[in-house]
């Protein structure tokens, strides 16, 4: 619930209701910020082992493909052209690993295997994304190559691998050395932008690279528990607020017309169906209870700022409307608005 007051704080505040906060730049980077420092500090709680695992993968798969299906011929139906089609499809295999992994963190579930499964799988999910991404642009303008979408995708998973290396290796022991000294928080914070800009560096998303840091960097901090906690709750507290309120400002719903609100209707109820039962089926077939595999779609379903910054790509290239676009970003909200509802019921 604290996240929901929190996005409806940013709505009220922003251009939607009083306007006292616009829709900028800055407001984009904090949600960034947010997310980052976020997905940093989730990171610092999980180990390798626990992540990247066969069957995660699986349900990353089924959350991408159904979505994707799914906003493609919901699209079309509306008369939207293949361009438009082929976007919005992109737009919703997103998902928002932030605004999950924050929920069940206030709860106290971050380490149920249902919640393992949803973070592991939203991780490979950007990758995935990503991959879905560059084939959109490709197909759309007519340039698919087979060679190019498996560069992307060697490019992404050699950014993992030696990010988990470097941090094993290199930062972990220099950051023990720096322990109990001044500039232990600035060393371990610089450790993850670096991530965050190689994440960035082959398109990934900066929270990606942010969750590998605090995986790579986990074990170094960890001796350092009681002083390394309180000041880690005091940065998800003031970065958690800063990202749920940044999501709120980001949308403007002056940009909503009536005409669209069928679609954008249509278009949500298919995001939140298409997720829901992609990554259900998937999570069944890898032997997930029925209450877990629930969890798990549910838990795939906010698409938040990971489908408004795919929206932005497909406007500024003039391959979706300004209103498929407005669509798509109310739709984000939708979907996290009620993820922490559903799931809250579920655990």
Request: hydrophobic share 60%; proline share 2%; glycine share 10%.
């Amino acid at each position: 619930m604290q996240a929901i007051g929190q996005i409806l704080l940013g709505l009220l505040v922003g251009p939607s209701v009083l306007g006292l906060i616009a829709h900028t730049v800055l407001a984009q980077h904090a949600a960034a910020l947010g997310a980052i420092v976020l997905l940093f500090l989730i990171g610092l709680e999980f180990k390798l082992k626990d992540i990247f695992i066969f069957r995660y993968a699986v349900i990353a798969l089924g959350g991408v493909i159904v979505p994707w299906i799914g906003g493609y011929l919901t699209a079309k139906s509306f008369g939207y052209d293949f361009p438009s089609a082929v976007f919005t499809g992109t737009a919703l295999t997103a998902t928002s690993i932030a605004i999950t992994a924050s929920v069940l963190k206030t709860m106290g579930k971050l380490h149920t295997d249902a919640a393992k499964a949803i973070i592991g799988a939203a991780v490979m999910d950007d990758v995935l994304g990503l991959l879905a991404l560059s084939f959109s642009k490709q197909i759309v303008d007519g340039t698919f190559s087979t060679t190019a979408i498996i560069l992307v995708a060697v490019k992404a998973l050699l950014f993992v691998a030696a990010g988990i290396y470097l941090g094993k290796k290199v930062l972990s022991p220099l950051i023990e050395r720096l322990d109990r000294t001044p500039v232990i928080f600035i060393a371990v914070m610089a450790a993850a932008f670096l991530y965050v800009w190689g994440a960035e560096t082959v398109h990934l998303s900066g929270v990606v690279g942010a969750f590998i840091a605090g995986i790579s960097l986990g074990e170094a901090l960890a001796h350092r528990a009681r002083s390394h906690g309180r000041g880690t709750e005091l940065l998800h507290l003031i970065f958690g607020a800063v990202f749920f309120v940044s999501l709120g400002v980001l949308v403007d719903l002056h940009a909503v017309k009536a005409g669209i609100l069928p679609f954008l209707a249509a278009l949500t109820a298919v995001a939140i169906a298409t997720k829901f039962a992609g990554c259900f089926l998937a999570a069944k077939t890898q032997g997930f209870s029925v209450q877990d595999s629930a969890i798990i779609g549910f838990g795939m379903a906010p698409r938040g700022e990971v489908a408004m910054i795919v929206g932005l790509i497909g406007l500024n290239q003039n391959l979706i409307t300004q209103e498929i676009y407005a669509a798509v970003i109310v739709m984000s909200l939708a979907t996290t608005l009620l993820t922490p509802l559903v799931l809250r019921r579920l655990l």
